[in-house]
């Protein structure tokens, strides 16, 4: 058996333009898909069952609408942005959240440089909190199935985002209180 593999960004679970840098999991690059009149959507290899956990989306280079968020097991929208399709609920760059295609509130704008930090706690179905740019917004999304993956997407323009779990941004995995779901093959 060899060592433990680094969770970070999926290479299944991800549009073409999704490209997950080969030295660093933890940071995509999303190429402009104007072209193809989509969005490039990717979420991460590490989903959360049980328990509180937390982590955190700085965005590099951001879409002209940039999209982060989470997503359910079964969510196969890499065409679509992260929040407007099926079993994902996100944050658009404007601060509008979207829960299943649906706008379900109004947080704030966030562009290259800004942080995200989602907290969740999950005892059956999940609730999730938000914070951008350190401004808390509680409980944004409620009643989320288990497990849930953290996920970003861009619309149409370019987008880079770093992902790091638990917020510790080093590479041991999370070892706290519930359990952490990984990626299937």
């Known amino acids: 058996a060899g060592a433990a593999r680094r969770p970070g960004w999926s290479r299944k679970a991800a549009h ?17 898909s104007r072209a193809l009149g989509e969005a490039a ?3 991460a290899t590490r989903g959360f069952q049980s328990g509180e956990h937390s982590w ?14 989470i997503v359910a097991e079964p ?5 679509s942005p992260v929040g407007r399709s ?5 944050v658009a760059s404007s601060g509008a959240a979207y829960a299943c295609r649906e706008e379900v509130g109004m947080l704030r704008e966030f562009r290259a440089g800004s942080r995200l930090v989602f907290s969740v706690l999950t005892n059956g179905s999940a609730s999730v909190s938000v914070t951008v740019d350190g401004e808390e917004f509680p409980e944004v999304f409620k009643e989320l199935p288990a497990p849930i993956f953290p996920a970003v997407s861009n619309c149409r323009s370019g987008a880079r985002y ?11 995995p999370h070892r706290g209180s519930g359990s952490a779901a990984p990626e299937s093959p």
Do not use: K, M, N, T
């Open 75 to 79: 969510w196969l929208a890499v065409s």
């Open 16 to 32: 073409a333009l999704a490209l997950v840098d080969e030295a660093d999991p933890c940071l995509v690059s999303i190429s402009d």
């Open 41 to 43: 959507a990717i979420r």
């Open 162 to 172: 770093r992902l790091s779990f638990d917020c510790e941004g080093e590479a041991a």
């Open 56 to 69: 955190q989306v700085d965005v590099e280079a951001c879409s002209d609408w940039s999209y982060v968020g």
């Open 86 to 90: 099926l079993h994902s609920w996100g």
